[in-house]
T-cell receptor
Framework: EAQVTQNPRYLITVTGKKLTVTCSQNMNHEYMSWYRQDPGLGLRQIYYSMNVEVTDKGDVPEGYKVSRKEKRNFPLILESPSPNQTSLYFC????????????????FGSGTQLSVL | LAKTTQPISMDSYEGQEVNITCSHNNIATNDYITWYQQFPSQGPRFIIQGYKTKVTNEVASLFIPADRKSSTLSLPRVSLSDTAVYYCLVDEELSGNTPLVFGKGTRLSVIA
């Protein structure tokens, strides 16, 4: 089954304790991205990656890191989490557009609810 | 800065047609318009995508006027299960030149 898998589903941690949220897709997608969702603010992009070893900042990258060592994996790293990073996080992936065809639809994971105390 | 503007919320009764309009005055020539649906505690899922005129699939229709400065998602005969947040996204084919910017979405509540 084609899917984007995020782990963990729920995470409670304390300020300053490094954590990693994993994201894996089995569709051979080049494009992967991370979002945070907060009440009243909608989805905001944190980082995205066009392919292996290529990453770029989204709208709200401060306090986050990512890596793309393999095509299927795109972990989100919080080196020193703070309470303002308490949020619902989503990973998404897609094929890149081909000549004459628009960007493919984004496939989203089920989300990771993070609470930083 | 979001490139799209949508109503924050809408209410509808079951069986009615619902139209959600998204404003994107600064849409670029290469931008496509894509709509996503998000149920509580789930990730958004793709509904429909278009460039101009009208697109229809098994879930919805998308109407885009000639100037492309707005688009309307039409959900025929909604049911309670259509209660969700709907996001309009305008982007240049995931080119990677700029981050994707989702708006705040429209919360649709379907009432029995």
């Amino acid at each position: 089954e084609a899917q984007v898998t995020q782990n963990p589903r729920y995470l409670i941690t304390v300020t300053g304790k490094k954590l990693t949220v994993t994201c894996s897709q089995n569709m051979n997608h080049e494009y992967m991205s991370w979002y945070r969702q907060d009440p009243g603010l909608g989805l905001r992009q944190i980082y995205y990656s066009m392919n292996v070893e290529v990453t770029d900042k989204g709208d709200v990258p401060e306090g986050y890191k990512v890596s793309r060592k393999e095509k299927r994996n795109f972990p989100l790293i919080l080196e020193s989490p703070s309470p303002n990073q308490t949020s619902l996080y989503f990973c998404a992936s897609s094929f890149l557009p081909r000549s004459g065809f628009p960007g493919e639809k984004l496939f989203f994971g089920s989300g990771t609810q993070l609470s930083v105390l | 800065l979001a490139k799209t503007t949508q109503p924050i919320s809408m209410d509808s009764y079951e069986g009615q047609e619902v139209n959600i309009t998204c404003s994107h005055n600064n849409i670029a020539t290469n931008d496509y318009i894509t709509w996503y649906q998000q149920f509580p505690s789930q990730g958004p899922r793709f509904i429909i995508q278009g460039y101009k005129t009208k697109v229809t699939n098994e879930v919805a229709s998308l109407f885009i006027p000639a100037d492309r400065k707005s688009s309307t998602l039409s959900l025929p005969r909604v049911s309670l299960s259509d209660t969700a947040v709907y996001y309009c996204l305008v982007d240049e084919e995931l080119s990677g030149n700029t981050p994707l910017v989702f708006g705040k979405g429209t919360r649709l509540s379907v009432i029995a």
